[in-house]
């Protein structure tokens, strides 16, 4: 009868403060002894009390007993050995329930000389890191219909905003000028910068290689060539060239002019195929001036035509001659005074003895 005396009490007192006896498996009794009858260790936030566990006060962590705390849970604070609850939008306080040391999500901190509150963003604005941001229009797509969480083209995303890339940037990250990729007229560097595209490329890919061409320019693989005004004949694009004007060559389409002595070329400006007037073909199809008293001529030797004073005989200028009697064209002899004789048109003088020879 004495046993049941001691016993019974102390099972309703575990009871009342919400302890299992029997079982190691409780929620407040971590450490049973061999008989799983007695408690030996108790989980935080009970006490030890007979062999039993009981429990510490609403929001103790430790304690003594029911009325005696020693540390509390998150979101109290100790004052004389009790814990009492933190305002809503504190997860920690210290001192009283509006000191507030850290905040539940949704809250920033917002210290002055007397307090520390939780405080939450006002309409149109979200926290992030402490820090009240406001709600982006740029977004493309957001979490919560205020932060985003995805961009348009031409933004960036930055601490759930949406920023403007820079200006020759069609798509970005991270900040204004990491570009992804660039805007027509612009070409996108290794450095993720984007540059202006060489002219006369309207359009260019990495390295600045062409793809398409500016106004009066024609595309051809990775370059631009000017529209070209000495065409003969064009495409049916009316810029490029299929057939050209005496003194230009085709090449890519375009009419280039030739070499300043070729009267026509082709392949290239030296490659030429007739000479203007004063000038011969030679062996390595370049044009060669004729040498005086040519006027014209087919080779360094093979005149066509003389220079004034002179008159041509075969394929040579020979100079007139005043010693004429008579002449044909006040230039060649028809024949010679005495003292001369006649030659190739020309009156030549006798050796010193002769009169007349």
Not at 55 to 60: H, I, L, V
Not at 111 to 136: A, G, P, R
Not at 335 to 349: I, V
Request: glycine share 6%.
């Amino acid at each position: 009868m004495g046993v049941y005396n001691v016993v019974f009490p102390s099972l309703i007192l575990a009871y009342m403060f919400g302890c299992i006896f029997s079982r190691c498996n409780s929620n407040v009794c971590k450490k049973c002894n061999s008989g799983n009858t007695l408690c030996l260790e108790c989980y935080p936030g009970c006490y030890m009390i007979n062999g039993f566990c009981g429990k510490c006060s609403t929001g103790c962590n430790s304690c003594y007993n029911a009325g005696y705390c020693y540390s509390c849970e998150n979101g109290y604070y100790i004052s004389n050995n009790k814990c009492f609850q933190c305002n809503s939008n504190c997860k920690t306080c210290s001192n009283s329930d509006s000191h507030c040391n850290s905040c539940n999500d949704g809250y920033y901190l917002s210290s002055n000389s007397n307090s520390s509150n939780c405080l939450t963003c006002i309409d149109n604005y979200f926290l992030v890191s402490n820090t009240c941001y406001k709600c982006n229009k740029n977004c493309k797509s957001t979490s919560d219909g205020c932060k985003c969480s995805n961009c348009y083209n031409g933004y960036y995303l930055s601490n759930y905003q949406c920023f403007q890339c820079n200006s020759n940037c069609k798509t970005c990250s991270d900040s204004e000028t990491k570009c992804l990729s660039c805007y027509n007229g612009y070409d996108l560097l290794q450095s993720n910068i984007c540059v202006p595209c060489s002219e006369p490329c309207k359009t260019c890919s990495a390295d600045n290689i062409c793809s398409s061409c500016l106004d009066n320019y024609f595309f051809l693989p990775n370059e631009c060539y000017e529209c070209n005004i000495n065409c003969k004949t064009k495409e049916n694009d009316n810029c490029k060239c299929k057939s050209c004007e005496v003194g230009y060559y085709l090449s890519n389409y375009q009419c280039l002019k030739c070499d300043s002595n070729c009267k026509t070329c082709s392949g290239s400006s030296t490659n030429c195929s007739n000479c203007d007037e004063g000038f011969y073909l030679t062996n390595h199809y370049t044009c060669s001036e004729c040498i005086k008293p040519c006027i014209t001529c087919l080779s360094e030797i093979k005149c066509l035509s003389c220079i004034d004073d002179y008159f041509l005989i075969g394929n040579k200028c020979n100079k007139c001659n005043y010693n004429c009697k008579t002449s044909s064209d006040k230039c060649k002899c028809t024949s010679c005074d005495k003292g001369y004789y006649f030659n190739n048109y020309q009156c030549l003088n006798c050796v010193s003895n002769c009169k007349t020879c």
